[in-house]
């Protein structure tokens, strides 16, 4: 089994598939948004050829540890036939619920989730820290697509990392949509602890603040509106002495865009300063750490975030201005959306938002005390 070697600084697993693959023109997922983040790096000179690697295909085997082999048959016959059967849209969900036929259906979703159970194993033994922005399809469940998400690649992570001898594994998920996939498919396994800051009352609906899956799980929705301040309150008051209690031999981060203020799918006010604030704390709470990329329908906002995790991991100063090369990447994008027919300024110049700072309210406060009132007998 590969391992990063001792001392080894923080890897990038990417793939060029991302760059021409699109879920239609018209799907919110019709925007460049992994490879802006990679373009931008390497426009930084943050992602030399030796940290960055290509995302593998991932087999049958391997998808099958957790999604149903008719499920994966199906999506195969679908990227084949550029198709999908009234049967297999009934019983699977392909080309239904905002989960449409593209070209990649089956490709594109198993090179994520091969990216990410590739982290696991490199991280697995000596640990490390992998950022993989292709991943974070949190919604996908076993047998069926959901929430623009076939396969589930932070569960076949996880259950890779299980498979390789971890025993107590936290998983973090900050995206504006609860993690419903992820925390379902550990629900009442205590190796893994979910966490999910998401909107309330969003899709997929699910999240309570009551919901502790069995014990394994706990939930933040969050009202609209949610600011950094209110996203630090809750880290630092609810998160990270959740995390402490468990002392965990690895986290996943599920570090979704679509949190930021900018994103036209939910109603959250976070800069981007929030998601790097989360990183830079896990970072010092386990010897390993994988990121996930996740949600997000602004290609500048998105690519501007993730771009700030790697810098983020790495240690790397974040210039007030970006050097030309960056923003020649920002100014070449295309986003069809009324916010993109005029895009303010700091877009293209900038890599870091203003501060988005606010209020904390009662509601941010009940939450935080009702996680911690049981997190010693947890």
């Known amino acids: 089994m590969a391992t990063l070697p001792a001392g080894a600084g923080p890897l990038y697993i990417g793939s060029e598939i991302y760059r021409r693959s699109t879920y239609g023109p018209s799907h919110p997922l019709a925007i460049p948004r992994v490879s802006t983040c990679t373009d931008l790096c390497r426009a930084m000179g943050w992602l030399p050829d030796r940290v960055f690697l290509d995302s593998p295909l991932a087999g049958d085997a391997e998808i099958t540890r957790f999604h149903d082999p008719e499920y994966l048959d199906a999506l195969k016959r679908a990227e084949r036939d550029q198709a999908v059967s ?18 990649e259906i089956y490709r594109r979703p198993a090179i994520s989730a091969g990216g990410v159970m590739l982290a696991a194993r490199l991280t697995a033994r000596g640990g490390g820290i992998v950022h993989c922005p292709g991943g974070g399809t949190h919604h996908g469940r076993p047998a069926r697509a959901s929430g623009f998400c076939y396969l589930n690649d932070p569960v076949l992570g996880l259950l890779t990392w299980l498979d390789l001898g971890l025993e107590r594994l936290v998983y973090v998920d900050i995206d504006a949509h609860h993690g419903d996939g992820v925390q379902d498919a550990f629900h ?33 929705p969050v009202p609209r509106g949610f600011c950094d301040t209110e996203f630090r309150f809750l880290l630092e008051h609810a998160v990270l002495p959740l995390i402490d209690a468990r002392r965990p031999q690895a986290i996943m981060l599920q570090c979704g865009a679509d949190a930021l203020e900018e994103d036209p799918l939910a109603r959250l006010s976070l800069s981007n300063n929030a998601h790097w604030s989360a990183v830079a704390a896990l970072v010092r709470r386990a010897p390993r750490l994988i990121v996930l990329g996740g949600g997000g329908y602004n290609p500048y906002a998105v690519g501007r975030c993730w771009a700030g995790v790697w810098a983020t991991v790495n240690g790397f100063a974040v210039p007030g201005r970006l050097p030309e090369a960056a923003e020649a990447v920002l100014r070449g994008l295309r986003y069809n959306r009324a916010a993109g027919r005029s895009p303010p300024s700091h877009w293209f110049t900038t890599l870091r938002d203003a501060p988005r700072e606010g209020p904390v309210r009662d509601e941010i406060k009940r939450l935080a005390e009702q996680a911690l009132k049981e997190t010693a007998s947890a």
Do not use: C, K, M, Q
Not at 90 to 103: C, E, K, L, M, S
């Open 86 to 103: 009234p049967a297999d849209r009934a019983r699977f969900r392909i080309g239904a619920d905002g989960n449409p036929v593209y070209p």
């Open 188 to 220: 009442d396994d205590r190796r893994v602890f979910t966490i999910s800051l998401h909107e309330a009352g969003r899709w997929p609906f699910t999240g309570a603040a009551e919901d502790r899956a069995g014990g394994a799980a706990r939930n933040f």
